[in-house]
C-alpha cells in the first residue's frame, strides 16, 4: 500500500514512520524544502523518542522518501496545522483546502482520504466533501472520506499512536470501513467507528475539557493569591476525594491543541459556549498574571536581570507551539534584562544554564523538563544577584534557606 501524508510535523512524520515500519510504501510531502532534503537523508526536525531511528531505517530501505509535491497513492492523508482566526475564532482551515487541492490531480477511484488535522465539526461534510464532488467523486462510491483526528501526547507519540483508541469519522459507514482498515496497519487500540461530524466534535471537545479544567486550576490560583491561601496545598487536600481530581495551575496553556481547538467550538455557538469562552479567558489571561508577580517579587528593582528557564509548552520536548513563555517574555522584556535557556530548544540568542542565570535577580521556570527540578542550588546562590526562584510550573518541592522559592503555593506572600 502507497500512503502519501501531507505535513510532515508533530503528527505527519510520526504517522508516516508508523506506516514506513509496518510495511507501506509512505511519501513524506512538506513545503519546507529544508525538511525535505533532510528527511531524505534521515534526519528529522522534531524532537520525538524513536522516530528519527525509525525514519532513518526507512529511508535505507527505500519505503519512506520525502517531497514537496504528492504522487499517486492508495491512500491520503492530511495532517497540516489549523489554526484559529482570532477576528472570529473560527476554524481556519486555509491549509487544509491547499492541502486538498494539491493532491486532487492525483486521487483515483478507490483511494482514501484522511483528514487527520483537528477541524471544525460540519467541514468534512460541509467544506471538503464538495471539493472531492465537484471533480467528478461520488464519495462512498468511488472514494472514500473520512476524518480522523489524532490524540497524541508530545514525548509518547509512538506509543500513543500505536496503542490508544482511535476515532475514524466517515463520510459514509463504507468509508469509515475504509479508514479503519488503514488504520488496522499498526494501531493496537480499539478503533472506534462514527460520522464524520460526530468524530470532529469528540476531538473538540477532548481538548476543550481539558482546558476547562485547567482553567479551574488557574482560576482557583488566582483566587488563593487574592485571599491568603496556600492553592497547591488546597488541590492536593481536595484530590484526596475519591472524585475528585484538580489539575495543576501554571504559566497558561500551549500547544496546538489545548490552545486552539475549543474555540472551534465556541466560534458556532458564541450565545451558548459560554463555559468554553471563560476557560479560554482564564487560561489566556495566565502570563499577565504570572508577570505581574514576577514585578512584585523585583518589586523597585529597576533594569533587573531575568534567568528565563524554558519555553517549550510541554516538559522534555522542544515543542514551542502556542507557548505562553512566548507571551510572557513579551509582557517582561521591556522592563527587564531577560536571558534564555531552554535545552531542549534550539535558537542562537538562548544561553547556556550557567549564561542566563549569572547575576540574575530571579529565575523564572516556564518548562517542566527535568533538568529544572534539581538545580544546581549551590551555583544559583553563588552567581545569582539574587537567588529567587518563581516556579510557575510547580516542579520543584524544596530549596536550600539560603534560596527563596514561589510558586502558585505562596504568591500570597509576596
Do not use: W
Request: proline share 5%.
Amino acid at each position: 500500500m502507497k500512503i502519501c501524508i501531507i505535513g510532515q510535523g508533530y503528527i505527519g512524520l510520526p504517522t508516516a514512520a508508523l506506516f514506513a515500519k509496518n510495511g507501506c510504501n509512505v511519501l513524506g510531502v512538506d513545503i519546507d524544502e529544508g525538511i525535505v532534503n533532510n528527511l531524505n537523508k534521515g534526519k528529522i526536525h522534531i524532537e520525538e523518542p524513536g522516530i528519527g531511528d525509525i525514519i532513518k531505517k526507512a529511508v535505507e530501505k527505500n519505503v519512506y522518501h520525502a517531497s514537496m509535491n504528492p504522487e499517486k497513492s492508495d491512500v491520503f492523508i492530511i495532517t497540516v496545522p489549523t489554526p484559529y482566526i482570532k477576528e472570529n475564532y473560527s476554524c481556519d482551515l486555509s491549509y487544509v483546502i491547499a492541502a486538498c487541492n494539491e493532491i486532487l490531480d492525483y486521487v483515483e477511484k478507490g483511494n482514501t482520504i484522511i483528514v487527520e488535522s483537528t477541524i471544525a465539526p460540519m467541514s468534512t461534510d460541509n467544506i471538503i466533501k464538495p471539493m472531492f464532488e465537484d471533480k467528478g467523486f461520488i464519495i462512498g462510491e468511488d472514494i472514500y472520506l473520512a476524518h480522523c483526528p489524532e490524540r497524541v501526547l508530545p514525548g509518547q507519540i509512538i506509543n500513543e499512536l500505536i496503542n490508544n483508541d482511535r476515532i475514524v469519522g466517515g463520510i459514509t459507514p463504507l468509508c469509515s470501513d475504509k479508514a479503519a482498515e488503514v488504520y488496522s496497519i499498526f494501531v493496537k487500540g480499539n478503533i472506534m467507528k462514527t460520522e464524520a461530524k460526530t468524530a470532529e466534535l469528540s476531538k473538540c471537545m477532548e481538548n476543550t475539557f481539558r482546558d476547562v479544567n485547567i482553567a479551574l486550576a488557574n482560576e482557583l490560583a488566582k483566587i488563593s493569591a487574592e485571599i491568603g491561601v496556600n492553592a497547591l496545598d488546597v488541590i492536593k487536600l481536595a484530590n484526596k476525594h475519591p472524585r475528585v481530581n484538580i489539575h495543576s495551575p501554571g504559566p497558561g496553556v500551549g500547544g496546538h491543541c489545548l490552545a486552539i481547538d475549543p474555540y472551534f467550538i465556541y466560534a458556532l455557538a458564541p450565545d451558548t459556549a459560554k463555559i468554553i469562552k471563560l476557560a479560554r479567558d482564564t487560561n489566556k489571561s495566565m502570563p499577565s498574571f504570572v508577570s505581574e508577580y514576577v514585578e512584585k517579587i523585583l518589586d523597585t528593582e529597576k533594569d533587573a536581570k531575568i534567568a528565563i528557564l524554558g519555553v517549550s509548552y510541554k516538559g522534555n520536548t522542544g515543542d514551542t507551539r502556542e507557548s505562553p513563555a512566548f507571551e510572557i517574555i513579551n509582557f517582561l522584556k521591556n522592563k527587564y534584562t531577560l536571558s534564555i535557556h531552554d535545552p531542549h530548544v534550539e535558537n542562537d540568542n538562548f544561553e547556556s544554564f550557567e549564561e542566563a542565570t549569572k547575576d540574575a535577580s530571579l529565575c523564572l521556570i516556564l518548562s517542566d523538563h527535568d533538568q529544572f527540578k534539581n538545580l544546581d542550588y549551590d551555583y544559583i546562590f553563588k552567581n545569582m544577584k539574587n537567588p529567587i526562584i518563581f516556579d510557575t510550573k510547580n516542579i520543584i518541592e524544596d530549596v536550600p534557606n539560603n534560596i527563596t522559592l514561589y510558586n502558585f503555593g505562596n504568591l500570597y506572600k509576596i
